[in-house]
């Protein structure tokens, strides 16, 4: 975490920098790896229930889920998922 707002996106307001890595390569899995995922879900009851069951009934942990207003219409929301895996793992590509 960067608190000098130095480096990356500072905001104040949260108090953390985000940063994203982007390579031409890709890394083969260590047996610790991460998987960043962002995603929208329809805007009625249970639609993110649902869509957070994959990741219970494949035993897989998330690490962190944020939300944001999607900016596209009121009421909708983009997702930001942090899942323990490769991005290789078989049950993440489903």
């Known amino acids: 975490m960067n608190q000098g ?7 104040p307001l949260f108090g953390a920098s985000f940063f994203i890595i982007l390579s031409s390569e890709d890394t083969a899995p260590t047996g610790n790896d991460r998987t960043s995922l962002v995603f929208a879900a329809e805007n009625k009851p249970g639609s993110l229930y649902k869509i957070l069951g994959f990741f219970a009934r494949e035993n897989l942990n998330l690490t962190k889920i944020e939300s944001r207003p999607s900016r596209r219409a009121f009421g909708e929301y983009v ?10 793992d078989e049950v993440l590509k489903k």
């Open 5 to 11: 707002g130095t480096a990356g996106n500072y905001s």
């Open 79 to 88: 997702f930001f998922l942090e899942v323990e895996g490769h991005w290789q």
